[in-house]
């Protein structure tokens, strides 16, 4: 069985099970320091001693891990987190965006607590010469007063 293929298997066990994971607290200097990586010059969103400070609002959707990061071992070695495309950890696969929807539905605010809610809906074998997969998973990012954001994405696995 080829790498893609046990990644095909995996994925479609974990198909409508969901993960969690507390994403930390928004840190104002974090979200200035992200709209200032984004090109932003507007002092609302790039100093967080600023009366009107907002927190861009795709800051929320960059954040794959809580303040501080990640280890060396959570990463693969083209530099993707292990875990950041369902059934592909430890696979000698090619991974590549299929594209991203994002609905927001709230403000994100320096303070919020952040949760996220991931789950893999759907796995399609595509393509007629040389197969691939595309994975879809859907991400809802939630502080305590509700929902912020949903995200749904798609991952190529060749």
Known sequence: MSA?????????AAIGRPEHRDLGVVRAEDAA???RSAGETG???VDPGHPDFTVH???????LRGAGGAGQEE???DGMYRDEVPGTDGLDVRLMAGGQEVRFSGEVRAGDRIQVRRVLTDVERKG?????????????????R?????VRERFIVR
Do not use: D, H, N, Q
């Not at 007629?128 to 305590?144: I, N, Q, R």
């Open 75 to 77: 990463f693969r070695p």
């Open 146 to 150: 509700g929902t912020l954001v949903r």
């Open 4 to 12: 893609w293929e046990v990644a095909e298997e995996r994925a479609r």
């Open 43 to 45: 002092p609302r969103l």
């Open 33 to 35: 320091e992200f709209a």
């Open 128 to 144: 007629s010469g040389t197969p691939f997969l595309l994975l879809t998973v859907e991400k809802t990012y939630t502080a305590e």
């Open 57 to 63: 609002p795709m800051y929320l959707v960059s954040l």
